[in-house]
């Protein structure tokens, strides 16, 4: 079975300067997609990027941009340029390719603070 | 595109209650999933439905939980004679098949049992 691993239960960052959270992840399989999904307090969850296993080239989405080492099986997350917007709790998970769009697996999650 | 929609935001019961609660997915998505999350974890998934077909439930899902998705449209999660233990947020999720679409989540039930 998957796993994934937040190491970080907790990050703060000032406003404007950037922080990088990290992710790991346990597969056997060749073939999967990695996301970051934020989940803000009371409010519902949304996708921030993703990265195909197959692909080499790191995503990035705006301010957001990940270090996905497929060997180390590590996909951290940086968020340049942070503002007080994006504090909330930052999720990691994985999905396998095998058969179409599977249930996500998801690490613990790391809690975002910004201070302004 | 009026997002996922879940229903109601919170429900507070009894332990030994039956609870129902209701997930309307993005329209046209045919993939429903259901996540539970407890405090300080991340989601955990239960089950998941192609149109009206379910297609896996996690060994979370015990017997007293029934999950349906009549007409492959909207979806109900029930919990038969709740527990201490299954008070939690429930995560409803929807997609289109493709492998490579993302997963939109509606808002969740808060789940507290007395």
């Known amino acids: 079975a998957q796993t994934v691993t937040q190491s970080q239960p907790e990050m703060s960052v000032q406003e404007a300067e950037t922080v990088t959270l990290s992710c790991t992840y346990d597969?056997?399989?060749?073939?999967?997609?990695l996301f970051w999904y934020k989940q803000p307090p009371s409010r519902q969850m949304i996708l921030v990027i993703r990265?195909?296993?197959?692909?080499?080239q790191n995503a990035t989405e705006n301010r957001f941009s990940v270090n996905f080492q497929k060997a180390a099986k590590s996909f951290s997350l940086k968020i340049s340029d942070s503002q007080l917007g994006d504090a909330a709790m930052y999720f990691c998970?994985?999905?396998?390719?095998?058969?179409?769009?599977?249930?996500?697996?998801f690490g613990k999650g790391t809690r975002l603070s910004v201070i302004a | 595109d009026t997002g996922v929609s879940q229903d109601p935001r919170h429900k507070i019961t009894k332990r030994g209650q039956n609870v129902t609660f209701r997930c309307d997915p993005i329209?046209?998505?045919?993939?429903l999933y259901w996540y539970r999350q407890t405090l300080g974890q991340g989601p955990e998934f239960l089950t998941y439905f192609q149109n009206e077909a379910q297609l896996e439930k996690s060994r979370l899902l015990s017997d007293r939980f029934s999950a349906e998705r009549p007409k492959g449209s909207f979806s109900t999660l029930e919990i038969q004679r709740t527990e201490q233990g299954d008070s939690a947020m429930y995560l409803c999720a929807s997609s289109f098949q493709g492998e490579n679409q993302p997963q939109h989540f509606g808002d969740g039930t808060r789940l507290s049992i007395l």
């Open positions: 597969t056997s399989e060749s073939d999967y997609y």
């Open positions: 329209s046209e998505h045919n993939r």
């Open positions: 998970a994985y999905r396998s390719a095998l058969s179409g769009n599977t249930p996500l697996v």
């Open positions: 990265q195909e296993a197959y692909k080499q």
